[in-house]
């Protein structure tokens, strides 16, 4: 009997958690673009300067993981500058949150340019893949 009833609570459990999971659809803040600038520091660590939504509002962010930035040798003083568009995105606060430009998501930024404080040449990078932000 035990048995039995360790089964269909754990069936219960399993159906409940997926029920309460979200249903597929991306979070709306995956179709905006974002315009992007870092600042790589002294302790090859990388600051985010701005980070500024299509319409103009700037938003608080950090960087937590610099994704394909990571295997160029940037320089400290270095500016990248470019568009950023998360692919996923979780809202903080739980399920049905309206606080939309506050959690963590990984994205590409496309249109990466250089620049260093030392030499002002751009220099243009592919599509930098696998960043994630998080914003507050």
Do not use: W
Request: net charge positive; charged share 20%; aromatic share 8%.
């Amino acid at each position: 009997m035990k048995t039995i009833t360790l089964v269909f609570s754990l069936i219960f459990l399993t159906n409940f958690t997926l029920t309460a999971q979200s249903d597929g659809k991306s979070h709306p803040i995956t179709k905006e673009s974002f315009k992007v600038k870092l600042k790589v520091q002294k302790n090859r660590t990388i600051e985010v300067i701005s980070f500024v939504s299509s319409k103009g509002q700037k938003i608080s962010a950090k960087l937590t993981n610099p994704g394909g930035l990571s295997r160029y040798k940037l320089q400290p003083g270095c500016i990248v500058e470019g568009s950023f568009k998360f692919t996923t995105f979780a809202s903080e606060g739980g399920l049905g949150t309206t606080r939309k430009f506050k959690g963590i998501g990984i994205g590409e930024m496309m249109g990466c340019s250089i620049v260093t404080e030392v030499d002002p040449m751009v220099t243009k990078l592919a599509g930098v893949g696998d960043m994630a932000f998080r914003l507050n």
